[in-house]
């Protein structure tokens, strides 16, 4: 860049006496002036809008300086030194970024903000709604309500009874046989009514009796556990139509021995277990266990030649249990 220096010292010339020839001002003088001007402006940038070239400089601005002076190579390195890479950044402090809309699920950065809000919006339901119908009845499908878990269990037999007054034979009956079982997932309707049926539990006697078939409509059913006879357990009932089916247990069998030949004992059998459990316990010289768990079958009576006549247990009848 170059800087204008006259060439020509027009005050000495304006000095020197007439008639003296250096007092002449000369064509050729004025044009290397004007020359030696117009490249010194040459030389120079414009004001506005300059097209600089080279290395221009310019003094540093203070950081956090934010006008319209200049920002020199200097100023911006200082200013972005501080700031994060935008590939895995190791923040420090509190950083903050903005709160995703409720349910985004992107890559966008999570605050504890949209955390909080989310988990607020859950729905936990820990314990679902249930309804345990013992009797026959009609389940009415509530409102919001898609889908059900159904648990169907038939009812179960009741053991064979034993009659002791015989001066020969003592000994004991055999059990009845559980209710069978069926589970399903079912769609329903909000406002759907469907019919209930709860098998009935065998009752107490002499002779076993069949439990009762249980179900849920037409969409699953379990059968009632099967009867005994004198020496031989009742067998259990099955599950139908159910995502899982489930058969009961058998009574255990029983057996009639000859008084005084050595053999021991006078125990009736016991019941079938139900997916609860509770087979009616075996007794000796009474009554027979009654099923203590919904579906379980009844234990046989038993007796010896000295003592009464004893029933069977009765069979627990069965039970269909709705969640939802």
Same mark, same amino acid.
């Given at each position: 860049?170059?800087?204008?220096? &006259?060439?020509?010292?027009? /005050?000495?010339?304006?000095?020197?006496?007439?008639?003296?020839? =250096? &007092?002449?001002?000369?064509?050729?003088?004025?044009?290397?002036?004007?020359?030696?001007?117009?490249?010194?402006? =040459?030389?120079?940038? =414009?004001?506005?809008?300059?097209?600089?070239?080279?290395?221009?400089?310019?003094?540093? /601005?203070?950081?956090?300086?934010?006008?319209?002076?200049?920002?020199?190579?200097?100023?911006?390195?200082?200013?972005?030194?501080?700031?994060?890479?935008?590939?895995?950044?190791?923040?420090?402090?509190?950083?903050?970024?903005?709160?995703?809309?409720?349910?985004? !699920?992107?890559?966008?950065?999570?605050?504890?903000?949209?955390?909080?809000?989310?988990?607020?919006?859950?729905?936990?339901?820990?314990?679902?709604?249930?309804?345990?119908?013992?009797?026959?009845?009609?389940?009415?499908?509530?409102?919001?309500?898609? &889908?059900? &878990?159904?648990?169907?269990? +038939?009812?179960?037999?009741?053991?064979?009874?034993?009659?002791?007054?015989?001066?020969?034979?003592?000994?004991?009956?055999?059990?009845?046989?559980?209710?069978?079982?069926?589970?399903?997932?079912?769609?329903?309707?909000?406002?759907?009514?469907?019919?209930?049926?709860?098998? /009935?539990?065998?009752?107490?006697?002499?002779?076993?009796?069949? $439990?009762?078939?249980?179900?849920?409509?037409?969409?699953?059913?379990?059968?009632?556990?099967?009867?005994?006879?004198?020496?031989?357990?009742?067998?259990?009932?099955?599950?139908?139509? +159910?995502?899982? =089916?489930?058969?009961?247990?058998?009574?255990?069998?029983?057996?009639?021995?000859?008084?005084?030949?050595?053999?021991?004992?006078?125990?009736?059998?016991?019941?079938?277990?139900?997916?609860?459990?509770?087979?009616?316990?075996?007794?000796? !010289?009474?009554?027979?266990?009654?099923?203590?768990?919904?579906?379980?079958?009844?234990?046989?009576?038993?007796?010896?030649?000295?003592?009464?006549?004893?029933?069977? $247990?009765?069979?627990?009848?069965?039970?269909?249990?709705?969640?939802?």
């Amino acid at each position: 860049m170059a800087n204008y220096l &006259k060439a020509t010292d027009f /005050a000495a010339k304006d000095a020197l006496i007439s008639g003296d020839p =250096n &007092k002449i001002v000369k064509g050729t003088e004025i044009d290397d002036e004007f020359d030696a001007i117009q490249t010194a402006v =040459n030389s120079k940038a =414009n004001i506005g809008s300059p097209a600089l070239t080279g290395t221009p400089t310019a003094p540093t /601005a203070a950081t956090g300086t934010n006008t319209t002076q200049i920002a020199t190579t200097a100023f911006v390195q200082t200013e972005i030194a501080p700031k994060a890479p935008l590939a895995s950044p190791a923040l420090t402090g509190t950083p903050t970024a903005p709160t995703a809309a409720l349910d985004t !699920n992107t890559t966008q950065v999570a605050t504890t903000e949209f955390v909080q809000t989310q988990l607020g919006a859950l729905v936990v339901t820990p314990i679902p709604s249930m309804q345990v119908f013992t009797a026959n009845g009609t389940f009415t499908v509530p409102a919001d309500v898609t &889908k059900l &878990k159904v648990t169907v269990v +038939g009812g179960g037999a009741s053991g064979y009874g034993v009659s002791g007054v015989n001066s020969n034979f003592m000994g004991g009956s055999a059990g009845g046989g559980a209710g069978g079982a069926a589970i399903k997932t079912i769609t329903v309707t909000p406002g759907d009514s469907i019919a209930v049926t709860v098998g /009935a539990g065998g009752a107490s006697g002499q002779a076993s009796a069949a $439990g009762g078939n249980s179900s849920f409509g037409s969409h699953c059913s379990a059968s009632g556990g099967a009867a005994a006879s004198a020496s031989i357990g009742g067998v259990g009932g099955t599950g139908s139509n +159910g995502d899982l =089916n489930i058969g009961g247990g058998a009574g255990s069998g029983a057996s009639y021995h000859a008084a005084g030949d050595g053999t021991s004992g006078n125990t009736g059998g016991t019941g079938g277990n139900s997916i609860f459990g509770g087979g009616g316990l075996a007794k000796t !010289n009474t009554t027979g266990g009654s099923g203590a768990a919904y579906g379980a079958g009844g234990g046989g009576g038993s007796s010896d030649h000295s003592t009464g006549t004893f029933n069977g $247990g009765a069979g627990a009848a069965g039970v269909v249990i709705v969640e939802y």
